[in-house]
């Protein structure tokens, strides 16, 4: 099985401007997210898709792979798919499963990768998954930058939100948890997302997997004990800094 990892990544994000190349512990933070993966011995082929030639420039300074893509995508994922196209026309290959792994989660491992992988093996009918982690306390889950998820009792998703008050956060009869966007998809599912028309909650929330769930799709969640945090504020720069050198 071929398996491409994209990390998608631009220096205009409206929550942390530049985010990609802050540093931590003195290495830009896409650097992290590029590092800790490169080992992982499931990968075909890791590339970072961006469509800054600062970002470009260090990941084939540091002996990575990158390509550019259009400045024109508000969805990482379609960034992702255009990306797929360039790569597998310029190498002639044809990949059976994209993981798309944001490049401000610099705490990715590749015990998370092996994981998100595993509903393929199982069930031939997944299309994409998600990973689904605890929140620290009730600070994260009531943050907006923090993206919840319901499931149904089968693991799917349901319901993608920023916005869920802490009634939620101490209920026992609802499975709930943050994603970590490390998203594997079978290659015919990344292709059909593009196909499919943008939708209100997608844009209203500003999260990608809710074009497949208004279209009818399901997105497969897959539980983790990993501990990862997404970095959306300054304050976040500091944890995850603090975290990574401590571990």
């Not at 992988?117 to 306390?137: A, D, I, Q």
């Not at 802490?166 to 998203?183: A, E, P, T």
């Amino acid at each position: 099985m071929k398996i491409l990892a994209l990390i998608p990544a631009r220096m205009g994000s409206s929550r942390f401007p530049g985010k990609p190349m802050k540093l931590i512990n003195g290495i830009p933070m896409i650097g992290h997210v590029y590092k800790n993966i490169c080992n992982n011995k499931n990968l075909t082929k890791i590339v970072v898709a961006t469509c800054d030639e600062v970002i470009f420039n260090y990941i084939k300074n540091s002996g990575g792979e990158a390509v550019m893509t259009s400045k024109k995508h508000s969805r990482a994922t379609d960034r992702c798919a255009e990306a797929l196209k360039k790569i597998e026309k310029k190498d002639r290959i044809k990949f059976d499963i994209i993981i798309m792994i944001q490049g401000d989660e610099p705490m990715v491992n590749s015990n998370m990768i092996n994981k998100s992988l595993e509903p393929f093996k199982k069930n031939t009918k997944v299309g994409v998954v998600n990973l689904l982690s605890k929140f620290e306390n009730l600070k994260e889950f009531l943050s907006p930058n923090t993206i919840k998820v319901i499931c149904d009792k089968n693991g799917d998703a349901i319901y993608f939100t920023r916005k869920l008050n802490k009634k939620f956060y101490y209920s026992d009869n609802i499975i709930i948890g943050k994603q970590v966007c490390i998203m594997p998809f079978r290659r015919e599912f990344l292709k059909k997302y593009i196909k499919l028309r943008p939708t209100f909650l997608e844009k209203d929330e500003s999260i990608d997997m809710w074009r497949f769930i208004e279209h009818g799709y399901r997105v497969r969640m897959k539980k983790i004990k990993d501990v990862s945090f997404a970095v959306d504020t300054k304050n976040d720069l500091k944890k995850v800094e603090y975290l990574i050198k401590k571990n």
